[in-house]
């Protein structure tokens, strides 16, 4: 009930989209305006109601996520409706993409919604800790736009102000961007902000809903791994910055500062019986029936067209093939692939991959993530509150309450793994240990190596060239936790870090593109063959991991 009452004073703040450059021209009848407001604590208070709104609606639906398409762990149906995923997945997209303009719009206004509360909030007859509280916020979710569109569009406007620039605006450098992240994010405001709130709004459910101390800490090191890497290059330095965030992160847990632990099981990472868990370090919280705009709107986005679901996104073959087995596998995608029988009777389990005298059981052919599912009860059309269960049916329900897990405490030991090895420091044992922790919940064995298939052994594929982690060098250790990070948020595009970003970090989406445009078949099982639906064609160059600038803005501004 506190969730939906917050959410529905959120609702009473406008919702509203908006381009860069047309951050002033709107009628401003009904909505927030600088003129007389933050008169009373209850409208600094509506302020921030009205920024998580807009931080809400940038993850609602799947639209604002096709740029993480690029990424080697998704693909999607070349037909149906999914041109817009389709281009992102070819790495073709246009300035009408409907991906690109709503990424591009919906993160500007989360960037607008920040600049009112920074620029005005200290009107605000109030004391000095809910001022900064609120600026606070403001000053993070800025940060955390600009991220996400940085990594997306490159040189991109920079606007703090609000003030209309008449479409003028000419884009900053990327570097530029980055320094304003990293000043959002070391402000005094930021620096401020405690490791656990106690009242509503700020505290629900159990959990931190607002920014604390340990989420800036987090995403710190997320923004200096990424400057350390690609298209910066920044290096050893800022992987020491990003190991050092990090490490405070985990002392602070190991320590009981911090209210954080990894789940037991993956199976619980995502179920909606943990929704409230604390493992999230930084989340955005969503309540089903309230109104669709405020629900995750990705309950049925995985499951295939053909068994009545969205089907946006698809496992990648190459990536699900090379995914270690184990739990955390079984959880990231459906192990086999419940559907109606012919009958109408009952259910059937194959899998995916599975042939019939008619051709493929599952028309998609490809693995299905199940990362976003949950069961219902088909005769009431009612959620299962429970972890997900391939052998029952899955909800075909548009919404439901998932609460988006942006950093989760896994990922923070994995940056730290990866980050201290990348910056040469000498003891290695925390980081080894971190690996160690993230991988026995997820995978079998305790050995790293290159995956391959033995036809000695029944065509299964097997680590070769294996090495046990506490024998691991430095740029092997590197290596195992950037790796097991990809298989830790494969197929969960709302997250801070995505595999797309990893790879974008690492340089690495050449290949994928190279991997697409080639697109040999694959063999799953000894005689049955697969590859890639979506069509990848072109030659290679470095601007193609950008999306274009959209053309609401781009037609109107001559520097776009």
């Not at 992102?88 to 303009?101: C, E, L, M, T, Y």
């Not at 000053?139 to 102000?161: H, M, N, Q």
């Not at 830790?488 to 445009?517: H, I, P």
Request: proline fraction near 5%.
């Amino acid at each position: 009930m506190k969730t939906k009452i917050f959410l529905g004073c959120i609702m009473a703040a406008s919702l509203i989209t908006v381009s860069c450059s047309d951050l002033l021209q709107e009628n401003p009848q009904g909505k927030l305006t600088p003129e007389g407001y933050f008169s009373t604590q209850e409208e600094l208070d509506m302020s921030v109601y009205s920024l998580y709104s807009k931080v809400n609606y940038s993850q609602t639906r799947t639209n604002p996520q096709y740029p993480q398409w690029q990424g080697d762990d998704i693909t999607t149906n070349p037909g149906s409706n999914k041109q817009a995923a389709a281009e992102i997945d070819r790495f073709a997209p246009v300035n009408s993409n409907k991906g690109v303009k709503d990424c591009w719009s919906d993160h500007y206004a989360i960037i607008k919604a920040a600049n009112f509360i920074i620029q005005n909030a200290s009107k605000t007859p109030t004391d000095a800790a809910s001022l900064n509280q609120a600026i606070g916020q403001a000053k993070f979710w800025r940060a955390y736009a600009y991220f996400t569109l940085v990594r997306l569009f490159g040189d991109i406007p920079l606007t703090l102000t609000n003030e209309n620039d008449d479409f003028t605006m000419k884009p900053s450098s990327v570097e530029q961007v980055y320094e304003q992240i990293v000043a959002d994010l070391t402000s005094d405001e930021c620096e401020g902000l405690p490791a656990s709130y106690k009242n509503a709004p700020a505290f629900l459910n159990g959990v931190n809903v607002y920014v604390t101390k340990q989420a800036v800490e987090a995403t710190r090191a997320a923004v200096y791994m990424a400057m350390a890497g690609w298209p910066l290059g920044k290096g050893t330095a800022y992987y020491k910055k990003a190991a050092d965030e990090a490490k405070k992160v985990i002392e602070g847990e190991r320590n009981g500062i911090y209210d954080i632990r990894m789940d037991e099981n993956f199976y619980d990472v995502y179920a909606m019986s943990n929704n409230y868990n604390k493992e999230t370090i930084l989340g955005i919280n969503y309540s089903p029936n309230v109104d669709w705009v405020q629900d995750s709107q990705l309950t049925s986005c995985d499951q295939f067209e053909s068994l009545g679901g969205w089907g946006d996104a698809w496992g990648e073959i190459r990536f699900w093939q090379k995914f270690p087995e184990g739990p955390r596998k079984d959880a990231t995608y459906d192990p086999q692939i419940l559907k109606p029988n012919k009958d109408g009777n009952g259910y059937e389990l194959h899998n995916w991959y599975d042939k019939s005298e008619d051709g493929w059981v599952i028309p998609e052919c490809h693995p299905m993530f199940s990362v976003f599912s949950v069961n219902w009860e088909p005769s009431t059309k009612t959620n299962i509150d429970a972890p997900y269960d391939y052998t029952l049916p899955a909800s075909q329900n548009m919404c439901n309450g998932h609460r988006h897990r942006l950093i989760r405490y896994a990922e923070v030991k994995l940056w730290y793994a990866e980050a201290a090895a990348r910056a040469g420091e000498s003891d290695l044992s925390l980081a080894k240990q971190c690996l160690k922790d993230v991988r026995k919940r997820g995978m079998v064995g305790d050995t790293y190596g290159t995956k391959e298939k033995t036809y000695e052994d029944d065509g299964k594929w097997q680590v070769i060239n294996g090495v046990n982690i506490d024998a691991m060098n430095a740029s092997q250790l590197a290596e195992a936790a950037l790796e097991g990070h990809g298989w830790e948020v494969a197929g969960y595009w709302v997250a801070m870090v995505t595999r797309r970003a990893d790879q974008f970090r690492m340089k690495l989406l050449q290949k994928t593109f190279e991997e697409r445009q080639g697109n040999p078949e694959i063999e799953i099982v000894p005689g049955v063959k697969v590859k890639e639906g979506v069509e990848v064609s072109g030659s290679w160059n470095d601007k193609m991991v950008y999306m274009p600038y959209p053309d609401t803005d781009s037609a109107k501004n001559p520097n776009l």
